[in-house]
T-cell receptor, first 113, second 114 residues
Framework: GDSVTQMEGPVTLSEEAFLTINCTYT??????LFWYVQYPGEGLQLLLK?????DKGSNKGFEATYRKETTSFHLEKGSVQVSDSAVYFC????????????FGSGTRLLVRP | DTGVSQDPRHKITKRGQNVTFRCDPI?????LYWYRQTLGQGPEFLTY????????KSRLLSDRFSAERPKGSFSTLEIQRTEQGDSAMYLC????????????FGQGTRLTVV
């Protein structure tokens, strides 16, 4: 069935380090791909999205490229800040009319000063 | 509009009791989704509404669960005869229902069954 797999956390980095969080997916057809972020005490927020192969989503210095050949959507940021500490979820929507989201298990990022 | 709101934020109940949660979506959104998130996992789809019509229910939604969205505005999720395994965060999201548009999430209701 359709699913999302992302790297386990926690990921602990020092401020200004480079971040990669891996995400791969299994889906029939060509899903849209998303990264959502959950800051402490807050609801899930959309960070970025890509709707077709080779699209690059970007927001707040984060980037992810939809790679159909490797079924991946890895999240990257060149220089993380303490304020980036949160849980990051990779997700896809199926190409049926529900547009429901299928999430990975989440990766906790902790950035130390 | 202040976004998607859920009430209550926290609920502790004894096993066997019934509980009801409420979700108020963004007013112009016709789609409303319920998800469940257990500790260390991502949210899992439970059900969704297009206006007042409930269009899909997950296999996770046992007979003890019922959701409504009267008049296509707010929604309620009721769990009857709660079990300890129902302890989770229940998330509501709304969207315009257009392809590839963002789903906006509430802060969730954390249910603890003791």
């Amino acid at each position: 069935g359709d699913s999302v797999t992302q790297m386990e956390g926690p990921v602990t980095l020092s401020e200004e380090a480079f971040l990669t969080i891996n995400c791969t997916y299994t889906a029939t057809g060509y899903p849209s791909l998303f990264w959502y972020v959950q800051y402490p005490g807050e609801g899930l927020q959309l960070l970025l999205k890509a709707t077709k192969a080779d699209d690059k989503g970007s927001n707040k210095g984060f980037e992810a490229t939809y790679r159909k050949e490797t079924t991946s959507f890895h999240l990257e940021k060149g220089s993380v800040q303490v304020s980036d500490s949160a849980v990051y979820f990779c997700a896809l929507t199926l190409m049926d009319s529900s547009y429901k989201l299928i999430f990975g298990s989440g990766t906790r990022l902790l950035v130390r000063p | 509009d202040t976004g998607v709101s859920q009430d209550p934020r926290h609920k502790i109940t004894k096993r066997g009791q019934n509980v009801t949660f409420r979700c108020d979506p963004i007013s112009e959104h016709n789609r409303l989704y319920w998800y469940r998130q257990t500790l260390g996992q991502g949210p899992e789809f439970l059900t969704y509404f297009q206006n007042e019509a409930q269009l899909e229910k997950s296999r996770l939604l046992s007979d003890r669960f019922s959701a409504e969205r009267p008049k296509g505005s707010f929604s309620t999720l009721e769990i009857q005869r709660t079990e300890q395994g129902d302890s989770a965060m229940y998330l509501c999201a709304s969207s315009s229902g257009q392809m590839n548009t963002e789903a906006f999430f509430g802060q969730g209701t954390r249910l603890t069954v003791v």
